[in-house]
């Protein structure tokens, strides 16, 4: 098989298991806590490691922001050996009670998002697999985490998600919102592969705050040691499949 134009790589370079993080920075933050590393491939918003974590031999790989760069991953990932994928990334919240910190582990994903629709109706649902569902939800009570389990959705516009938009969302009990796990989950599903997501809470769109309002970068340090909790979780997570 040829070379995957965007990923740069080819049948044999990666793993069954891949850790898809949006952000290619934080595709060495998960290296780095693994036993070992190698860097495979980088182009564009991807950056593509190799890694082996307790044992275990898997694949990070950053899928840039929003579902039409993760669904290139997702293709041309799946085409050369991954059949399981762990989203590790960022949400905001949608329901008071929600801090920032807070572990969201979803069970589906409402399609705001228009990538998923060019391959499949929107009423068809875009949900996780349950073993790696279950298996964050495990990886969260093993590094004694309470996490959030249940509906997210994913949203194209950061910059358009109105007040009604988000009490529509609130009013459905939706838990948070991010930009990827639709397309990612309907990809996976379509595809007879496996599944499922947690996002660490950076910020809550009830009570009117967004990531990096209180800071000089996109994620204040206390949201940037939490990434590293959500980290820990979704590599404890890779064990148990």
Known sequence: MAKQPHLLIEEGDVHEIAIVPGDPGRVDRIADLCDDSELVAENREY???????????LTICSTGIGCPSAAIAVEELSRVGVETFLRCGTCGALQADMEVGDMVVATGAAKEEGTSKRYESAVYPAVPDYEVLSSLVDGAE??????????????????????????DWNDANLLAIEMEAATLFSLARR????????????GNLVAGSQKGADSDDELPEKAKDNVERA???????????
């Open 47 to 57: 950056r593509v490691v190799n890694a082996t974590y307790e044992g275990v031999d």
């Open 231 to 241: 980290i820990r979780i979704t590599l404890d997570a890779v064990t148990g499949l």
């Open 142 to 167: 093993a590094n004694d985490e309470d996490v959030h389990v249940g509906p997210i959705v994913s949203d194209d516009a950061f910059y358009n998600e109105s007040e009604e938009y988000v009490a």
């Open 191 to 202: 595809k007879g592969l496996a599944a499922g997501a947690i996002c660490t809470v950076d």
